[in-house]
């Protein structure tokens, strides 16, 4: 499906960020980055970039982009970008001559809400816009800035920024037909060349159409101020359904500091990934050294890990660089560093009072964590399908069990460290079991 991507204003109000909006940076990515990525990702793979202000400085950055990330994008330039934005969407009528997807370059916005609007079905001469209704909640959006919507019966009846009766809020994500290019040609004889304009006259013959973005985000990158919201927002979404307790409350707050600042990096998710697995590593051997002293380094390394361990996925999102390798390493990397672990802190207790029940303790904890990763692919995948959108579930998994490491280190309590482990990773397996038999 083709895209139309709408990268030609000055924007003015962030000029002290950057002297070309669509590239100024956002957690690691500039603005139309941000947005063309996300477009690919719901699979939209031929897009139409119209440039207008600081144009070639923006197409010449966009030629890399496209070659790294082996996008096709289609540069089309509005020498007329001070009008209306409905003179850029103009400029692609040629190349357009079916439905197509149209994007604002500095719309920040769910994914989801692409996924869906791209399979709903529009007849030849409609339009249909994604409008939010949350008008009493959204506080991503500047209230005296947006382009308000009025919708009765899924069809827009008006538009515009000062309208006084409106419902809903314009996102600037399109489903169009060629049919808005004759509506915004129209309006040009009104001396309105905005894109507003033609959804407008569109709606007067009943062919504007809105569809709901329920609870999904977006937000317009406006000035410095929606700049800072959007990488709140985005840094919020990074918050996982199967995070445990401990990755909820302590783990990712601290590791999506240290994310913020690898995004500015070349670093990738697999670098992160292998740092987290050798400070691990490291800790695990230092438990063969003795003594309380480095049975608190080594559990510190260890919990220093565990935060990062967060990060690598954290810099795979926001720079939409997941893989299924990607995903796959990091797994097997952890199940190698619980490995060592428990198996390091095993021989610190055995090696004590050289009693075979540390053994056999160790060996319950590593049995139990091996099988605790193995069964969270099935229950994770049941919870998500169970639960709506966002909602956490209770998780007890590689987050708990090494804070637990870290925790009973400090008190000097290796051995109970070996026996909360065994116990608590071998009962969350059992009841894993029981919550998948139950819903078979």
């Given at each position: 499906?083709?895209?139309?991507?709408?990268?030609?204003?000055?924007?003015?109000?962030?000029?002290?960020?950057?002297?070309?909006?669509?590239?100024?940076?956002?957690?690691?990515?500039?603005?139309?980055?941000?947005?063309?990525?996300?477009?690919?990702?719901?699979?939209?793979?031929?897009?139409?970039?119209?440039?207008?202000?600081?144009?070639?400085?923006?197409?010449?950055?966009?030629?890399?982009?496209?070659?790294?990330r082996n996008i096709n994008i289609t540069h089309i330039t509005n020498e007329e970008w001070e009008k209306g934005n409905g003179i850029s969407?103009?400029?692609?009528?040629?190349?357009?001559?079916?439905?197509?997807?149209?994007?604002?370059?500095?719309?920040?916005?769910?994914?989801?809400?692409l996924k869906k609007l791209k399979n709903e079905k529009i007849a030849d001469g409609e339009v249909m816009l994604a409008v939010d209704y949350n008008i009493e909640t959204n506080k991503l959006v500047?209230?005296?800035?947006?382009?308000?919507?009025?919708?009765?019966?899924?069809?827009?009846?008006?538009?515009?920024?000062?309208?006084?009766?409106?419902?809903?809020?314009?996102?600037?994500?399109?489903?169009?037909?060629?049919?808005?290019?004759?509506?915004?040609?129209?309006?040009?004889?009104?001396?309105?060349?905005?894109?507003?304009?033609?959804?407008?006259?569109?709606?007067?013959?009943?062919?504007?159409?809105?569809?709901?973005?329920?609870?999904?985000?977006?937000?317009?990158?406006?000035?410095?101020?929606?700049?800072?919201?959007?990488?709140?927002?985005?840094?919020?979404?990074?918050?996982?359904?199967?995070?445990?307790?401990?990755?909820?409350?302590?783990?990712?707050?601290?590791?999506?500091?240290?994310?913020r600042l690898l995004l500015r990096t070349s670093i990738t998710p697999n670098n992160v990934s292998f740092f987290s697995f050798i400070l691990a590593t490291l800790g695990a051997f230092i438990f063969f050294l003795g003594g309380y002293v480095n049975l608190v380094i080594g559990a510190t390394l260890a919990q220093v890990s565990s935060v990062i361990d967060g990060s690598d996925g954290e810099i795979a999102r926001l720079k939409f660089r997941a893989t299924e390798f990607g995903g796959w390493f990091d797994a097997v990397l952890d199940r190698y560093a619980d490995a060592f672990l428990l198996f390091g802190l095993t021989y610190y207790v055995y090696v004590l009072n050289w009693?075979?029940?540390?053994?056999?303790?160790?060996?319950?904890?590593?049995?139990?964590?091996?099988?605790?990763?193995?069964?969270?692919?099935?229950?994770?995948?049941?919870?998500?399908?169970?639960?709506?959108?966002?909602?956490?579930?209770?998780?007890?998994?590689?987050?708990v069990r090494i804070f637990i490491i870290f925790l009973g280190a400090l008190i000097n309590q290796p051995l109970l460290i070996l026996v909360i482990i065994a116990l608590l990773m071998n009962a969350e397996n059992i009841r894993r079991v029981v919550v998948l038999y139950k819903n078979e």
């Open positions: 499906m083709k895209c139309l991507v709408i990268a030609a204003g000055r924007g003015s109000r962030l000029s002290s960020k950057g002297d070309s909006k669509p590239l100024i940076s956002l957690l690691g990515l500039s603005l139309i980055e941000r947005v063309i990525l996300t477009a690919k990702k719901q699979n939209i793979d031929d897009f139409y970039v119209v440039t207008g202000y600081n144009s070639e400085k923006v197409k010449q950055h966009l030629s890399v982009f496209s070659q790294s969407v103009l400029k692609a009528k040629k190349p357009l001559n079916e439905n197509f997807i149209l994007l604002m370059a500095d719309h920040v916005f769910d994914g989801s809400i500047d209230v005296n800035d947006v382009t308000k919507v009025l919708v009765e019966d899924n069809r827009i009846l008006d538009i515009g920024k000062n309208i006084k009766k409106y419902n809903a809020y314009d996102t600037g994500i399109f489903l169009c037909s060629p049919a808005i290019f004759s509506a915004i040609e129209e309006n040009l004889h009104n001396d309105d060349s905005s894109l507003s304009a033609g959804i407008r006259r569109l709606a007067g013959k009943g062919k504007a159409k809105a569809f709901d973005i329920k609870n999904d985000y977006w937000i317009d990158v406006d000035d410095e101020k929606t700049l800072k919201k959007a990488q709140g927002k985005l840094l919020d979404t990074l918050k996982k359904t199967s995070d445990g307790p401990v990755s909820r409350y302590l783990n990712r707050p601290v590791s999506t500091m240290i994310t009693n075979f029940l540390a053994l056999l303790i160790g060996f319950l904890a590593i049995i139990g964590t091996f099988m605790n990763s193995y069964t969270a692919d099935k229950y994770d995948g049941l919870m998500k399908r169970k639960l709506e959108p966002g909602k956490h579930y209770f998780r007890m998994g590689r987050d």
